[in-house]
């Protein structure tokens, strides 16, 4: 039996960009290596991502407020507001998060915030959307949203790819791979008095086992990489390191140091100027 890959799912609200926009993964060196070695794009589950950011894949409590005529301290109404964001939070445990970047050219912050010593997989948008098209899973792609001012539904994908103005920075590109539960419930956030808590309580009511952290999905990695920048801050060890990298299985990828100048301010002065 031959089994054919679906094509990326476009859905509501989808944004992209050119065909031919530059996209870069931002990588430690660790997670850089395992990429390499074995041709394994890395899917992070949503909800892990809360330990970043604790709204992430989930609507502001003033949309929800908003959009279900909610009103601030009432009681009942801040019951089903914890309701309504604990059920996306579990939700969200079925989408599982690869992270680019539409590359402008102001890399520092996330050199700064992703891989100091690591590296850029350099690619480009029509590329991925090729590789992620040859699998079965259901995956979409496309550009998050900074901000509420274009959110006009309530479903958990418009969530995901909606983030707060604080992270524009980061000018993210998502690939979001459906493996939903089979037979979750969505009740998780609820203990023994029936209380409705804002988060799902997984030392309660844990996950299944078969609910992993992560899914890994093999690409060609030739169709896909373009080029590898890394860090300005990297060491020359890190550098032949990543030469080496880019040369095994013939790949010959170019490879390049980024934004690296004597007047690249280091990791501490940037964080001397209050950057986390």
Not at 18 to 24: G, L, Q, S
Not at 73 to 95: I, K, P
Not at 214 to 225: A, N
Not at 256 to 275: A, H, N, V
Request: charged fraction near 30%.
């Amino acid at each position: 039996m031959i089994l054919w890959g679906m094509p990326v799912v476009p859905y509501h609200t989808q944004l992209e960009p050119p065909e031919d926009a530059v996209i870069w993964r931002f990588l430690d060196m660790d997670k850089f290596r395992d990429l390499m070695a074995n041709q394994e794009l890395y899917f992070r589950r949503t909800d892990l991502f809360k330990k970043d950011d604790p709204n992430e894949g989930l609507a502001t409590d003033e949309y929800v407020r908003e959009v279900r005529g909610l009103v601030k301290y009432a009681l009942h109404d801040e019951l089903t507001l914890n309701n309504d964001q604990a059920f996306t939070r579990q939700n969200s445990a079925g989408y599982y998060l690869s992270c680019w970047s539409l590359y402008d050219g102001k890399t520092l912050r996330m050199w700064f915030r992703y891989a100091q010593d690591g590296v850029a997989v350099c690619s480009r948008y029509d590329l991925l959307k090729s590789a992620l098209g040859g699998m079965l899973d259901e995956i979409h792609l496309g550009k998050v949203r900074y901000g509420n001012e274009e959110m006009t539904g309530y479903n958990t994908l418009q969530c995901i790819y909606t983030k707060g103005p604080s992270f524009i920075w980061e000018n993210e590109v998502r690939a979001v791979l459906c493996s939903n539960d089979p037979v979750a419930g969505q009740n998780r956030h609820y203990g023994q008095n029936n209380f409705p808590h804002r988060e799902p309580l997984d030392k309660v009511n844990p996950l299944h086992k078969w609910v992993h952290d992560c899914k890994r999905r093999r690409i060609d990695l030739k169709s896909v990489v373009t080029g590898i920048c890394v860090s300005p801050w990297a060491t020359d060890e890190t550098f032949k390191e990543v030469e080496h990298w880019a040369k095994v299985r013939n790949y010959d990828f170019p490879v390049r140091y980024d934004q690296k100048s004597t007047l690249t301010p280091t990791p501490e002065e940037l964080r001397e100027r209050g950057w986390r």
